[in-house]
């Protein structure tokens, strides 16, 4: 099955294996050493304060995976190498839905550079430390099964 957008008039973030209206925010569950990223958004208000897997929008003719990796970079200015979609699709705000990628931390410290104000790499053990959005909370579970020994 393809991922791709292929169509390039389409506004940005808007997917075509999906209803053409619907954008896909696509997070990744970042994992190194055993343990997971967490990020808290420092925008928009109503979100700012709650941490999340980080990622954005698609952009037209990008591969979920490449949104990725563009987005860690953007955002944390670190490499990562993409793995498995973790099974699942969670909506947002209406109109969009969350997918999302393990990955794995290639090279770079991450820095919150952009969206967020604070990060923290969590054990399993700590997951519950930190006020998770609700719409990821499903995907930190999944996550949390995924997550390699140290
Ligand atoms: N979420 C969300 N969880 C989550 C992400 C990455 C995003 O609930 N793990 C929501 C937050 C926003 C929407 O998805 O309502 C878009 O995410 P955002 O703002 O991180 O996407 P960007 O970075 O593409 O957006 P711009 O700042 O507009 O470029």
Redesign the pocket.
Known sequence: MTERTTDPTAPR?HHRDTDPGVVV?V?GAVYDQGRLLAARRSAPAE?AGRW??????LEPGESPEEALVR?LRE?LGVETEPGERIPGEWP??PG?V?RVWTARLLSGVPRPLE?HDELRWLARHELDSVDW?D??RPAVAEAALRLPAA
């Open positions: 973030g925010v997070a979100l999340e897997l980080p990622g954005g929008k987005e955002e947002l705000k969009y969350l969206d959005l719409q990821d």
